[in-house]
C-alpha cells in the first residue's frame, strides 16, 4: 500500500475506537482555551488549573492538535486553534525582545526564557494551523521558523541550541535532544506547510547526528550535551525525576526519534535510509524500557531502570512507531505489538470517568501525579490515535489534510 493512502494495521473495532477517542480528547481540551492569554493547564476533571503558569508549549501544543482536528473537520476545533493561536501572538510573545516567553502567570508572572524547545513548539503550531487555513498562521510561522534559525541553529554543529535569557544576551552553555528532536517535529511540518526543502534538510542534519550517537552508544541516545556537544552521561544523576531534563536514557524518546527518522525518509522520498537505524532504536527502547507489565520512564547506561512509573507519552509514542514500522517494513511483529499495546493503554491509562489519559501511573499501574499533575497534554495521545489511520507523510498536518474532513 501506497504511503500517501489511508491505512491501518488494526482491526475495525479498534480504528473505530481511536477515532472517538481522538473526538474525546478534542472536547476535553476545549476548556484550555476558554481565553485568549493561551492554553490554560488542564487538571484531572479537565479544568482550566489558575494556579499554574500557561506555558508556550502547552498552547503551541494545543493549537496544533485543534488545528488536525480543524484539518478532519471536527466542529469547533478552528475556532479553539484560532485561540490558542491568539495566546501565541498575544501574552506569551515578547513584543519587546521577540521570540515567546516560556510562561505567564499566575497573576503577574513572567519567566522570560527563551528555549529552543517552546519554539519549536510555535513553529509546530503555526505551520499545522497554516495548513487548516486559520488566520495570521502563515505570519506567526515565518517569524517562529526566523526566531528559530537566527537564535537557536548553530551552523557548525548542525544542531539546535536550548537556551537564552530574555533579552537574548546569555546563551546557556547547556546543549539537549530533546529540543532537538521536536525541532525535527517542527522543521518537517514547516516543509509541508511552506513547500520548502530546506527545512526538510536541515531535520535531516539533526537525524544524522542523532543516529551517530546512538550507534555508538548502544543505541541509547544521549541527552544531555556540554557547549560543544559532547555527551554529558552523568547530567542530573541527582535528579532523577526532572520533568524535561532527567538522568539516563529516556526509551520514550527512542521509540519518538524512530517514528520520526520514518516520516523524514517518507517525506524526502527516501523510505529505507532510516529504517535500519529506526529498528535499532526501537528494539533498544523495547528492551530497557517494557518491563513486562509497562513502561519506565527512564534507565541508566547499561539498561538498568531509573524512574519506573509510567507515562502515557511513553506509550502513545511506543504504539505510533509500531504502527509506522508495521507499514514500513511489512513485518507483522509489529503490528502485533501494537495490537498489545493499544490494549494496555485502553486499560490503564485511558480515563472513562474523568476524561482523557492518565498522564503517570506509579509502579503498581495505578494513578499517580509527583511528576505530572492533572492532564495538561492532549498532544501525544491525540497524534498516537491518529498515526495509524492516515496516510503517512512528514507531519501530522500534512497527514490529516491529506485525509480530509470526515475521516474521524
Not at 484539518?71 to 521570540?99: I, Y
Not at 532504536?281 to 518491563?291: H, N, Q, S
Request: hydrophobic share 45%.
Amino acid at each position: 500500500m501506497a504511503h500517501d493512502e489511508a491505512r491501518t494495521t488494526s482491526a475495525p473495532e479498534t480504528a473505530r475506537w481511536r477515532a472517538e477517542e481522538v473526538r474525546r480528547l478534542l472536547a476535553f481540551g476545549a476548556p484550555s482555551v476558554d481565553g485568549s492569554d493561551g492554553a490554560a493547564w488542564l487538571d484531572d476533571d479537565g479544568r482550566p488549573d489558575r494556579g499554574q503558569p500557561v506555558h508556550t508549549w502547552i498552547t503551541s501544543r494545543m493549537a496544533h492538535t485543534f488545528a488536525l482536528g480543524d484539518l478532519l473537520g471536527v466542529p469547533g476545533c478552528g475556532e479553539r486553534a484560532d485561540r490558542a493561536l491568539a495566546g501565541l501572538t498575544g501574552a506569551l510573545h515578547d513584543d519587546e525582545h521577540g521570540g515567546w516567553f516560556a510562561a505567564r502567570g499566575p497573576g503577574d508572572a513572567v519567566d522570560g526564557t527563551k528555549a529552543a524547545y517552546a519554539h519549536a513548539f510555535v513553529v509546530l503550531a503555526a505551520a499545522s494551523a497554516s495548513q487548516a487555513g486559520r488566520a495570521g498562521a502563515g505570519t506567526l510561522l515565518d517569524e517562529a521558523l526566523g526566531v528559530l534559525d537566527e537564535r537557536f541553529w548553530e551552523p557548525g554543529a548542525g544542531l539546535l541550541a536550548d537556551e537564552w535569557d530574555r533579552a537574548w544576551t546569555t546563551l546557556s552553555p547547556y546543549r539537549g535532544i530533546n529540543a532537538n528532536m521536536h525541532g525535527v517535529e517542527a522543521l518537517l511540518a514547516a516543509a509541508d506547510a511552506t513547500g520548502e526543502a530546506r527545512w526538510r534538510d536541515r531535520a535531516a542534519q539533526v537525524v544524522d547526528r542523532t543516529a551517530s550517537w546512538a550507534a555508538s552508544n548502544g543505541w541509547r541516545i544521549p541527552e544531555h550535551f556540554s557547549v560543544d556537544w559532547t555527551p554529558d552521561l552523568e547530567f542530573n544523576a541527582d535528579r532523577p525525576h526532572d520533568q524535561f531534563k532527567p538522568y539516563g536514557s529516556t526509551p520514550g524518546h527512542g521509540f519518538e526519534w524512530a517514528r520520526l527518522m520514518l516520516q523524514l525518509d517518507v517525506a524526502a522520498e527516501q523510505v529505507g535510509r532510516h529504517t535500519d537505524t529506526a529498528v535499532q532504536l526501537f528494539d533498544r527502547a523495547l528492551a530497557d524500557g517494557f518491563d513486562g507489565t509497562g513502561f519506565v520512564y527512564t534507565v541508566d547506561w547499561t539498561g538498568s531502570p531509573v524512574e519506573r512509573r509510567r507515562f502515557h507519552w511513553v506509550a502513545a509514542e511506543a504504539v505510533a512507531v509500531a504502527e509506522v514500522l508495521a507499514v514500513v517494513t511489512g513485518a507483522s511483529r509489529y503490528a502485533e505489538q501494537a495490537a498489545a499495546w493499544w490494549a494496555l493503554i485502553r486499560e490503564r491509562f485511558v480515563d472513562p470517568e474523568r476524561g482523557s489519559w492518565h498522564h503517570e501511573l506509579d509502579t503498581s499501574d495505578e494513578p499517580a501525579g509527583e511528576v505530572w499533575a492533572g492532564k495538561p497534554d492532549i498532544y501525544h495521545a491525540v497524534q498516537a490515535l491518529l498515526i495509524p489511520d492516515l496516510p503517512l507523510t512528514g507531519s501530522l498536518a500534512e497527514s490529516a489534510r491529506r485525509a480530509g474532513p470526515g475521516t474521524i
